[in-house]
């Protein structure tokens, strides 16, 4: 019961960020700014519509959201595929390799992975000059995330 609770406690972050991102799966749809607050083992993200929260995760043991607190492997299950490993949703909201690093490439300006599971996915996932794109052609999912550019005065 503890574990369950303290998943989802306050937790004060290291970093923060704006980023422009597009979320579309079968059950969540989302193309908009974002705030994103994290450090190395944890991630809050705030999606935002006209200026109001329309959606948060806080992905640290389990994945929160405005429904609640569940496993990875279950939020995996219900919103992207019971297929993918569970710190996939967390590796691509911090740009880190997803699945363990297999087909990892490494490119001018970052990295990119492609996996294919006849049966299961066709995954393309890049890393690069600031901006996250993760593409499953099979489970028709894209997340896209790109940085905010900051302008000087």
Not at 79 to 86: G, I, P, V
């Amino acid at each position: 019961m503890i574990t369950f609770f303290s998943g989802c406690a306050i937790k004060s972050y290291e970093k923060s960020d704006s980023k422009l991102v597009t979320f579309k799966t079968s059950k969540l749809k989302f193309s908009d700014v974002a705030y994103f607050r994290f450090d190395d083992t944890s991630v809050q993200v705030e999606l935002f519509s006209a200026g109001q929260v329309v959606e948060r995760f806080e992905i640290e043991n389990l994945v929160c959201i405005t429904q609640g607190c569940m496993t990875q492997s279950f939020f995996n299950k219900k919103y992207l595929h019971e297929s993918y490993h569970d710190n996939t949703l967390k590796s691509i909201f911090l740009g880190r390799e997803i699945f363990g690093g297999v087909g990892k490439k490494m490119t001018k300006n970052g990295f990119e992975q492609k996996l294919i599971d006849k049966k299961r996915y066709n995954i393309v996932y890049r890393v690069q000059n600031g901006t996250i794109y993760f593409k499953d052609f099979k489970n028709k999912i894209l997340i896209k995330i790109k940085n905010i550019k900051k302008h000087k005065n």
